[in-house]
């Protein structure tokens, strides 16, 4: 975190003394001017501009700050104002940086008056620094249409995402990478956004950032979708972005001897999670998202809901497997009848289902079939509810079952998504048949897979090594 300098800083204490604030108070103020200072250094804005402020706390608002700090870090910002009002600083034309001050000020620290005589520790004196009609200095013509506030356009941005009911992970990426355009065009107004601006910022995601190409693919989709549904303005083609390069992708798969390798290294609880990742070839969150009502026994079906894209499937039951899964679900039972009696609040479930069906949260159908092992406490309501297994940690346990298993390959949750579908393109499924298990739109997603099984063809390649000496 910068220092904060001593001609804002000196100032700004005795103004908090002549305030009359405890020793407390002012160390809580003190420490919202040095995170404010660094928010205004980071992103480029004038830390004498209220529009500043706004942006200040809508960081502190998605940094999960509460009311009341943000209320507390206001006043600090709202006291450096104040100070700087009696001071004469010069706020409209303060540069981006927020370091200089008026000359006065500076010439105060070679004067044979005290410091503390200059900056009335008497509260009923006000200072009588004259304004330095010399601290002029204009905004030069880059720092034009910038630091304006982007508080609507975020706002926005969650209104029409939560509207389309897209996922919370897309959410999070595109008010990032909305959050990152703000900083490159230096909070320029957001009315006079052109396509000039994404090129430019595409680009230097690829050359001076040197992202992946799936990286600048996802801005891209972020600024397309803020363009379009946010600001409301055609995006046209975008012509003249420089690339980043696309490489051929393979996912990495794993055998089944190393398979059951990993699964030997796992717990029980997470050890059943990667044989339905694997069995299934489900995505790690949609294994989390498990429901007891997912679960047709009788069928031998899993049914996934609200998949990647919000799509639904169905998937075979591994048979193998179903002692496990019936087991797991008698867990569930208890830890169930054990939640009523302890009164909680019910599971969580998704959008609006709960207000609609006010029950729903307590039946058993709605229960996660994979729980974690304690309650959830709201915030706001002290409701306790429960919540499924962290991804984490199942990330976590994987990992580690890889490293003690001593797998050469870089395996993670979804390299048993991978190895589900090669394993079953080498065992002559059609392509098609593997594209509705996987969920994919697109055969085409389907088709990397080819790559990680070897053909089978008449004219399979064989290495040189392998040819018979003449």
């Excluded at 996922?167 to 990426?173: E, G, N, Q």
């Excluded at 991804?391 to 890889?402: N, W």
């Amino acid at each position: 975190m910068l220092k904060l300098p001593e001609k804002i800083n000196l100032p700004f204490q005795h103004h908090l003394l002549n305030r009359g604030l405890s020793e407390k108070d002012r160390h809580l103020y003190n420490k919202w001017l040095r995170f404010y200072w660094d928010f205004c250094h980071k992103y480029h804005h004038p830390a004498f501009d209220q529009n500043s402020l706004s942006l200040f706390l809508t960081k502190l608002r998605e940094k999960g700050q509460s009311e009341a700090q943000r209320k507390q870090a206001s006043m600090a910002i709202a006291f450096l104002y104040e100070m700087s009002s009696l001071l004469k600083v010069n706020k409209s034309n303060a540069i981006s940086d927020a370091t200089h001050l008026p000359p006065s000020l500076d010439r105060a620290k070679d004067d044979n008056s005290s410091t503390q005589n200059l900056y009335y520790l008497d509260p009923k004196h006000e200072p009588t620094v004259k304004a330095d009609t010399s601290y002029s200095i204009g905004p030069s013509p880059s720092q034009l249409n910038t630091g304006s506030s982007w508080v609507f356009v975020f706002d926005t941005l969650v209104s029409e995402i939560k509207m389309r009911h897209y996922s919370p992970k897309t959410l999070k990426a595109y008010r990032g990478w909305t959050r990152r355009f703000q900083t490159f065009t230096k909070s320029k107004d957001y009315q006079l956004l052109s396509q000039k601006d994404v090129i430019d910022f595409l680009s230097d995601l690829a050359v001076e950032k040197q992202v992946a190409a799936s990286t600048q693919n996802q801005a891209f989709n972020a600024l397309l979708f803020l363009f379009k549904q946010v600001l409301k303005k055609e995006f046209g083609e975008i012509n003249g972005v420089v690339r980043a390069k696309r490489k051929t992708y393979i996912p990495t798969v794993l055998s089944r001897s190393e398979i059951d390798l990993i699964f030997d290294h796992l717990d029980d609880s997470i050890d059943l999670i990667a044989k339905l990742l694997y069995g299934c070839g489900l995505r790690l969150f949609e294994c989390l998202n498990l429901r007891v009502q997912n679960f047709n026994f009788d069928q031998g079906i899993l049914t996934i809901h609200d998949g990647k894209g919000g799509k639904d499937r169905t998937v075979p039951i591994p048979e193998s497997i179903v002692p496990e899964l019936q087991n797991q679900l008698q867990k569930v039972v208890v830890i169930h009848k054990a939640d009523l009696k302890a009164k909680y609040s019910g599971t969580f479930l998704p959008d609006q289902l709960g207000n609609k069906y006010k029950n729903a949260a307590k039946e058993f159908v709605w229960q996660w079939f994979f729980p974690a092992q304690s309650l959830t406490t709201l915030t706001n309501s002290k409701e306790r509810r429960r919540y499924h297994i962290h991804e984490s940690v199942v990330q976590k346990a994987i990992k580690k079952a890889v490293g003690s298993a001593r797998i050469t390959k870089r395996a993670t949750a979804h390299t048993f998504r991978h190895s589900f579908a090669s394993h079953l393109l080498q065992a002559n499924y059609d392509i098609r048949t593997i594209q509705e298990l996987l969920g994919h739109s697109d055969v085409r997603t389907t088709m990397i897979y080819t790559h990680t099984v070897q053909s089978r063809t008449l004219k399979q390649t064989k290495s040189p090594l392998d040819f018979d000496r003449d």
